[in-house]
């Protein structure tokens, strides 16, 4: 592990290199943000085939629903025939987390390589980087101590937080919106309301706010982890607004990411 996160260290220090003519201090900042566009464009496959499963999903929505009437008081007979269906009609159920679990690696490589002191034996020099007045190994406490909400490295974390909450602001709206048209779920044979219900019922409650959940992440990971979770976050939101235009309902319920 040490071996690889010097291997990673260097990258980044690379990078930052290369950019510094066009950047100057701000150099190892752009490098992370370029960083987290390459993830992200790597992972651009994954996020277009999920969307085509939530999409096909969507669209086996009639079937689940006499499946519901069928099953609905057999829970296990249920599973099965969703299961079948899902691979009759070879949908995976699981194709809109591949997104986010792709790219955990990366964030948490960038999460350890700025929490470290040291890479390999010798001292972390990319902990000396900063955006503007914030250390890119701070985190929002350290901003808070040293010159407080408004003072240089505070600014810099109300721009970031700025940010976090305009586009899940755009996500509320979508999702709330998404929920609205999304067909709700088929009562059961005896009219009692269909297994599940209840619990997604909760879920489409909470669903819309999640999105807000990465100001906390914000606050309490190194800078260049929430510079990381920024980037990533406003390009899912975009991405998402492009591949699900043309189905209204079809990500209302597809797992969301703060990354």
């Known amino acids: 592990m040490s071996a690889f996160m010097s291997v990673f260290a260097h990258l980044v220090g690379q990078l930052a290199d ?3 003519p066009l950047f100057h201090a701000g150099a190892a900042a752009a490098a992370i943000i370029l960083f987290t566009a ?28 006499e499946l519901r009437k069928k099953h609905g008081k057999n829970p296990e007979r249920m599973q ?17 987390c591949l997104p986010s679990l792709a790219q955990m690696p990366a964030f ?8 470290s002191r040291e890479i390999g034996g010798e001292a972390n020099e990319l902990l000396g980087h900063s955006l503007f007045a914030a250390a890119l190994g ?35 709206r979508r999702t709330k919106i998404q929920m609205a048209n999304a067909p709700a779920l088929p009562a059961g044979p005896d009219g009692q309301q ?6 997604m019922s909760a879920m489409t409650k909470m669903m819309p706010l999640m999105s807000f959940a990465t100001l906390f992440t914000v606050a309490v990971v190194p800078l260049a982890a929430a510079l990381y979770v920024v980037t990533s976050t406003t390009w899912t939101a975009a991405e998402r607004y492009f591949l699900y235009r043309d189905a209204p309902a079809a990500g209302a319920l597809a797992p969301g990411t703060v990354m």
């Open 138 to 172: 701070d985190r929002w406490t350290h901003a808070l101590a040293d010159g407080g909400l408004l003072g240089g490295a505070g600014v810099v974390y109300l721009g970031l937080f700025a940010i976090v909450a305009a586009v899940a602001t755009f996500n509320y």
């Open 108 to 115: 948490f490589l960038m999460y350890h390589l700025f929490s």
């Open 80 to 96: 099965k025939a969703l299961m079948e269906l899902h691979t009759k009609e070879k949908v995976s159920p699981l194709s809109g």
């Open 18 to 20: 290369l950019l510094q």
């Open 38 to 65: 390459c993830v992200r464009l790597a992972v651009h496959p994954l996020s277009r085939a999920a969307a085509r499963g939530q999409k096909a999903r969507t669209k086996l929505a009639p079937q689940i629903a």
């Open 194 to 199: 269909a297994p599940g219900a209840g619990a």
